[in-house]
């Protein structure tokens, strides 16, 4: 049920601040707020949050630097908004850490929607909450447990955020088969699609920087140009 996810709100805008807060306990969920990336960090670590909404521009510690920081120790669904609607910022946003973008000013049933999908992303991974069969979807030297939610390369267990699991659990189950940016998109963000390319290529990057040897050079998670993404055995 929805009264069980915690939501952080990060934002030093008092009436935006405001806003989320009310659309979210509205539709069922606890909130806590945030003024700054330094309190974002430190309520992280002890709050243990289902979700942040983290905006970007903030004083002292901004929303870029906060969500890198989070992400050195929590794989918790982040949802990044600013003002700024160019595609380099949102990348760079993606890059840091976030598994979603939102652009100011944004409808509250978009919002809602993204926070939905989100959460099932997050229940999705599982987190130490959720033990099953020791069902493994193996390709070559890489490993996704898909009872512990966990993705062992070369032995080594590898840390990853809900979308980066959500991402590698469509591949890596349909090893060999070419996935367009578009098709990933659908089935991982569960949003309408409209020039998804950029967001799915980072998501990919960040992926391969986890799990091949030399990034630039992938063996398991390939570029098909022209069509999309494989996974495959070397």
């Given amino acids: ?25 509205d539709a069922g969920y606890q909130t806590h707020t945030a003024r700054n990336g330094d309190e974002a960090c430190s309520l992280a670590e002890r709050l243990h949050p289902h979700l942040i909404i983290m905006d970007v521009m903030m004083p002292q510690c901004n929303g870029m630097m906060a969500t890198m920081r989070i992400r050195q120790s929590n794989n918790v669904p982040i ?15 993606l890059e840091a850490g976030a598994d979603d973008y939102l652009v100011k000013p944004f409808l509250q049933q978009e919002l809602l929607a993204r926070v939905k999908a989100l959460l099932r992303r997050y229940d999705a991974l599982g987190s130490i909450r ?25 032995g080594e267990p590898v840390r990853l955020t809900p979308t980066e699991y959500k991402l590698l659990l469509v591949l890596m189950s349909n090893p060999g ?19 998804v390319e950029n967001t799915v290529m980072v998501h990919i990057s960040r992926i391969r920087e986890k799990l091949e040897l030399n990034p630039k050079k992938p063996e398991y998670l390939k570029v098909v140009w022209g069509i999309g993404y494989v996974f495959e055995a070397p």
């Fill in 79 to 93: 949802l990044m908004l600013s003002a700024k609607a160019e595609g380099t910022d949102r990348i760079l946003g």
């Fill in 177 to 195: 088969r070419v996935f367009s940016a578009e098709e990933l998109y659908e089935r991982v963000w569960e949003n309408e699609v409209f020039a």
């Fill in 130 to 154: 959720e033990r099953g069969s020791e069902d493994q979807i193996r390709v070559g030297d890489v490993i996704l447990d898909t009872a512990k939610k966990q993705l062992l390369v070369r």
């Fill in 1 to 25: 049920m929805k009264e069980q996810y915690s939501i952080l709100i990060v934002d030093d805008d008092a009436e935006i601040v405001n806003i989320l807060r009310t659309a979210l306990q």
